[in-house]
């Protein structure tokens, strides 16, 4: 069944773009963690080095330019708003992606070098890895994200010493595919000086003054994360697509996240008064509550009993609160993604209990609970 296509929202426009160099760096480690949605990230020059960038943050765009024997690591949770990755005159560099929404990564000139992605199917059945004029001796992996180590397929990619006709394209589908053919109507004046014309103008946008007061960039990001209500008669318009679709649907499977809990107190990570958001401020970002307190939500029985009539067949979530399974969810039902902080597994005999507490220590970074 075909889904209706919905117009998409875009917060990210009014914010001028604002450059982040990483350059120069020999032998070095460099952990990223600070940027947001504006920041088009390049890093240059570099040799001998690891950049990593770590969950829950926002960037426009990367370049990796003219480095050598340098690891990008982009981490789980990372947002990039163009959804694309720009890699020119790399040699012997690992790219890595981990679960992360990214569409296209563009090599220009990259020799000797991998793209890496720990793979989770519905993420990197979209990506595609452009190889251009210039690109040889490289190739491409999907590992098993679970332990980072495992090779589930590698493939070589043809040297594409074509200047102006064709490029490579490696695709996730059940296996990796490439595609050899002419390049795509953006390269039309040729990969290489499509390439150039990129490092020229990122260096006229590192030239360009930011003009924005840190009041207006805060009241931008803060538009960022506003949470848009609809009207009811929206809402119950929508409502009545949804219900037609499900029951049209042979088999219906329901996907939850943190905004199905903040009505029962328990703090999402990215809205307005969102863990990470209040984190990014400088302001107590705690995530106490009381576990006598919380109880499902109108959400939580309303998918229950969709599974109970036969409409919902499976659902997952990424919420560690035990809350879908105490609507009364059956446990073959429910995958969840995270684990539950609310259940012990006996060691020896393997036997599950779930707990109205927390079973894990926060303090230590263990799942041992010590019963």
Not at 91 to 112: A, G, H, P
Not at 244 to 268: C, K, L
Not at 306 to 311: F, P, T
Request: proline residues 4%; aromatic residues 8%; neutral net charge.
């Amino acid at each position: 069944m075909a889904m209706e296509k919905i117009n998409e929202y875009n917060p990210f426009v009014d914010i001028p773009k604002r450059v982040y160099t990483v350059e120069n760096l020999r032998g070095g480690n460099k952990w990223v963690e600070t940027c947001q949605s504006n920041h088009v990230v390049v890093i240059r020059n570099c040799v001998d080095s690891e950049f990593v960038f770590l969950c829950n943050q926002r960037v426009h765009i990367l370049y990796m330019i003219n480095c050598t024997n340098c690891k990008l690591k982009v981490k789980d949770s990372v947002v990039i708003v163009t959804r694309s990755c720009i890699a020119i005159d790399c040699d012997k560099c690992s790219f890595e992606f981990e679960d992360v929404d990214m569409r296209k990564l563009e090599c220009y000139r990259v020799t000797n070098s991998q793209a890496v992605f720990l793979e989770s199917g519905p993420v990197t059945e979209n990506s595609k890895v452009f190889w251009r004029h210039g690109c040889n001796n490289n190739k491409v992996q999907s590992t098993n994200s679970a332990t980072e180590k495992q090779i589930k397929q590698s493939i070589a990619v043809p040297d594409i010493k074509d200047e102006e006709g064709h490029e490579c394209v490696c695709c996730f589908d059940e296996q990796l595919k490439i595609i050899i053919g002419p390049v795509t109507s953006s390269q039309n004046s040729g990969p290489n000086k499509h390439a150039d014309r990129m490092i020229v103008e990122l260096k006229e946008l590192e030239k360009t003054p930011f003009t924005m007061t840190k009041q207006q960039l805060d009241r931008a990001y803060d538009k960022e994360r506003a949470e848009i209500a609809d009207p009811i008669s929206s809402v119950t318009e929508k409502a009545k697509k949804i219900a037609d679709m499900i029951r049209a649907s042979p088999y219906t499977v329901v996907y939850t996240g943190a905004g199905v809990s903040t009505s029962a107190n328990i703090p999402d990570f990215r809205g307005p008064q969102g863990l990470w958001t209040l984190r990014d401020k400088g302001r107590s970002a705690s995530r106490n509550y009381d576990d006598n307190e919380v109880r499902p939500t109108y959400c939580h029985y309303a998918i229950t009993e969709l599974v109970q009539q036969n409409l919902v067949h499976f659902v997952i979530t990424t919420n560690m609160d035990a809350l879908h399974i105490r609507s009364g969810l059956p446990l073959h039902l429910i995958c969840e993604q995270h684990g539950n902080c609310h259940k012990e597994i006996c060691e020896t005999c393997k036997a599950s209990y779930y707990r109205q507490y927390k079973t894990t220590h926060d303090d230590d970074g263990t799942h041992r609970t010590g019963r």
